[in-house]
């Protein structure tokens, strides 16, 4: 079973240009999250999909950040324009619904992260 | 709101001695909690979650965390270190009487394991 892919594995723009990133979960996972650790710091949630719907989007900063699904499988983050402070490592993360039983304990599985450098 | 914290930025052991990562919580209700670990130029990896029942909770590679209910903690352990385990370790928590997935992160503790 393949993992959760991220596109690019890095990406370095300067402050002003968009750059967006793409997440493929691994198959069957109807939940699909974003997180991002900036400068060595804390991973932070920024949002969670079920299938196409934005379940959560609490964690995302600005308007600048755009999230989409379409169709429930991959997912796009657009930062349109970056920023300096926008540097740092974005992971995403699916997992599977639970249909019976405690809710919420499924595990959330990583990819490799999309490491963003904004000059 | 929930927090975690990761006390030590950086833990050095000897390979062989037994290695403890530490982590205290967080939440307004009942915690699910999580180890992952990254590897250098990696993703993070789950090693295990504690969700409920027995304190002791056995994951990938050897390793294992007791859950503390009064201390607010869920120590990450492993008997015997290895050069292999030297990598970036993360403690998560989420509170499972809300409806919300999202994990909070600690901000990492670094494991360096000297041959």
């Known amino acids: 079973e393949a993992g959760v892919t991220q596109f690019p594995s890095h990406s370095v723009i300067e402050k002003g240009q968009t750059v967006t990133l793409r997440c493929d979960p691994i198959?069957?996972?109807?939940?699909l999250y974003w997180y991002r650790r900036v400068m060595g710091k804390e991973i932070k949630f920024l949002l969670h999909?079920?299938?196409?719907?934005?379940?959560?989007e609490s964690g995302m900063p600005n308007n600048r950040f755009l999230a989409e699904r379409t169709g429930g499988t991959y997912s796009t983050l657009k930062v349109q324009p970056a920023e300096l402070e926008d540097s740092g490592v974005y992971f995403c993360?699916?997992?599977?619904?639970?249909?019976?039983?405690?809710?919420?304990?499924?595990?959330?599985?990583f990819g490799p992260g999309t490491r963003l450098l904004v000059l | 709101a929930q927090s975690v914290a990761q006390p030590e930025d950086q833990v050095n052991v000897a390979e062989g001695n037994p290695l403890t990562v530490k982590c205290t919580y967080s939440?307004?209700?009942?915690?699910?909690l999580f180890w992952y670990v990254q590897y250098p130029n990696r993703g993070l990896q789950f090693l295990l979650k504690?969700?409920?029942?027995?304190?002791l909770v056995k994951g990938s590679y050897g390793f294992e965390a007791e859950f503390n209910k009064s201390q607010t903690s869920f120590h990450l352990k492993k008997p015997s270190a290895l050069v292999s385990d030297s990598a970036l370790y993360f403690c998560?928590?989420?509170?499972?009487?809300?409806?919300?997935?999202?994990?909070?992160f600690g901000s990492g503790t670094r494991l360096q394991v000297q041959p």
């Open positions: 993360a699916s997992s599977h619904s639970r249909t019976s039983g405690a809710r919420g304990q499924e595990t959330q599985y």
């Open positions: 198959s069957g996972h109807d939940n």
């Open positions: 999909f079920v299938k196409e719907s934005k379940q959560d």
């Open positions: 939440v307004s209700g009942n915690p699910y």
């Open positions: 504690y969700i409920t029942g027995d304190n």
């Open positions: 998560a928590v989420r509170d499972r009487d809300t409806g919300r997935r999202a994990l909070t």
